[in-house]
């Protein structure tokens, strides 16, 4: 019985050859398309579950609003906190400071650049970073005790033990001695904390000066609640916390007319889950990945799998037209609706199956672009994971039964006197097919639709004027074993003669995303006569402003001449100057830090954007304090021959730093990677707009060939009548296009709202344009005309007198 079923499908499919192609080439694409999207959205939404106290271990933050009612969340803790946590609240078992520290390493001759972090003994309990050896307990007993991964001791000490080594840190300029006292992990794919190696906070080199400050913050924490401990109440308990520790920052914003935040407080410490912390965009400047993405992922798979399944019905329908005479045979020698469904179930099944197997070979053929596009890191092993065997077999048992149930149920369900006296008719078209196809051209519609309004915005973005000439400008990271102040002197020295460079500076922030992946920002918040002063503190070197081709709006530049210029001589942004409430802020005195030096305005610059247009640029202090380092040197160069102006930089490079990498880049390439995230975004979905349509337009020729099969005789008298070809194909479009044009009307306020809630991402954004609406509505409602057409005209042409005797 089985072996008859298989051999009857296998020449029915053979039979009806084209219909299987598209049927099979529609599922393995959009197979293909939800597997690797729905693994990319798996992996995102697997960062830190690892960890097995994940669901006890938070990121404390703090809520509060700006004079003007604009809510701010900031992750950075003052030190003295920690130690306050853990006495105050006893629901608090663990707390641990973490923060970047500095990367440079050495071990005899060698040198390494490494991510260092520094930490409190806790972390290394807190979290599922598996020790290989040393105790975590006691890993971190002293302040000269490192604990590395398993990565750096392959590159320090290749196959030597590390447990018990000497090696040297960076610390802000200063070789310091380390002894390794255990050997972790390294971080897995889906870990927000990644580290080469771990030191403690009291190595950080102002934690001295600061170690009692409740307002100097530059670090993040975790905390690790009690397993008893309730979330909810551990937060009531930190209001009374906040209102203890931090007095004198609320009575300052009371004083000067601060509004309170939604909880009704000045200042809030809240608890924000570990899971969560990847998805974070606000805390982390825009780094953090937005769970708007990932759901967008997830929708796409499932838009795409839906046409493709609805294309699947409206082929299987058609075809099933054509062999109405051979259920009618099989009616007659007894065959009964259930096994005919099942006949036509099993097809439906033998071609999903092969669908899905191609799909898979497609998904992993794909793999490395896919990865390459998204910045993802799928391989094998993430298709062979239970829970991804699991997902693809539902998925399949899913699909087998959606798409097979309504095509079986309508074949089984002929009249065999009817179909053997060659009067099969099928029902007039109704509400399931219509909603098929208004379906398919409503996600075609708002793909297409957000497709076009992302261009628009990256276009928007890409040319709007950011304070500053970011052409011709190379920025090269300095990296952490050298000493940014004497690269960038040793540089000046080798550029000095060069032809073609223009200038040469320095700064502690690269603009854009470089080469090297890394990122810094410094807010710093004062009061400056009795007014609250905000911030970005840049670390700049001279020629700066000459480099960057930024506007001096009064006073002027800092000069070498000058013996206090690099020192405490600052530069503000008009913004900064307008702060401070100053009808002439040259020549005043800023006092950042109440412990620390004066800072007096030398000049007044024009307001630019340091980072992207996500977000509202802050007002920006430049100065050349040299405490803080100098982490990126900038060569402004002669935009006749930018390629040899390069090589010229690198070989000044290789003088410097032979031993070193050199990843410098254009800047004006370092800004255009600020918008990665949406350029990946608005290919993904106009990839998927491509791919809807085809086989919305796949679906379309099926449901049209059905009518025209029903059609024929009525099409036939209606020529003989005397009607024009043109009037025919009018006559057959008309009813497709009205629901076509449904799906414009529906698709239209939803790709709107997704658009405006995307839109609100950006701080600079177009205004909503209509005419990508009316434009999206017109390639469908053409698109759709063309694809009934074929069968109209051809349906058109067919001569009278043979549809009338074939009917």
Known sequence: MLQSYLKIALRTLWKHRTHTLINVVGLAVASAACLLLFLTASFHLSYDRFHTKADRIFRPYFLSNDRAGNEGLSGSMPYPMLPALKAELPEIVGASLIRWSSGGVRYGDKSFSKMIRTCDPDFLTMFTFPMLKGNPKTALNDLGNIVISENMAKDVFGKTDPMGKSLLLNQNGTWKNFVVTGLIA??????????????????????????????????????????????GAVEKKLSLFVQKYMAGTIKQQRENGYPKNTRGEYVSLLLEPLPDVHFDTVMTGGQGTSKTYVYALLIIGLFILAIACINFINLTIAQSVTRSREVGVRKSLGAG?????????????????????????????????????????????????????????????????AVGGYPSWVVARFNAVE??????????????????????????CLLTACTLVMVQQLSYLRAKPIGLNQDQVVSIPIGSTLDGQTALRQ?????????????????GVNIGAGLDGSSSRMVYGFMYNKRELMCDWLRVDFDYLKTMQIKLLQGRDVNPTFSTDSSTAILVS?????????????GKFIQPDSAGRKFQVVGVVADFNLYSLHQQPKPIVLHLDKRWALSYMLVRVMPKNLTGAMETVKLAWKTIAPKQEFNGSFVSENTERWYRKEQRLSTIFSTAAGIAILLSCMGLFAVALISIEQRTKEIGVRKVLGASIGSLVALLSKDFLRLVIVAIVLATPLAWWAMTNWLGNFAYKITMPWWVFALTGGLAIVIAFVTIAFQSVRAALMNPVKSLRSE
């Open 186 to 231: 390294d971080f897995p794919d889906n870990s927000t904390e990644q580290y080469d190696a771990f030191i403690r906070t009291e190595n950080i080199v102002e934690y001295g000066q600061y170690k009692a400050d409740w307002s100097h913050s530059d670090s993040g924490m975790y905390v690790e609640l009690a397993p008893t401990a309730d979330r």
């Open 419 to 444: 179909v053997l006296k060659g009067k099969i008719q099928l029902n007039r078209p109704g509400l399931l097919r219509n909603a098929l196809i208004v379906t398919q051209f409503t996600i075609a």
């Open 337 to 401: 609706q259930g096994q005919l469904m099942g006949q036509v179930w099993g097809e439906t099944g033998l071609l999903c199956l092969v669908s899905l197997a191609l799909g898979l070979g497609l998904a992993y053929g794909l793999m490395p672009e896919f990865n390459k596009l998204l910045q993802a890191k799928l391989s094998l092993a993430n298709f062979l994971t239970p829970s991804a065997l699991l997902a693809i077999l539902g998925g399949f048992v899913v699909v087998v039964l």
């Open 574 to 586: 008009q913004s900064f100057a307008k702060q401070m409430g100053d009808k002439d802020p040259v």
């Open 491 to 507: 540089l000046r020295n080798q550029l000095a003669d060069k032809p073609g460079i223009v200038s040469v500076s320095g700064t």
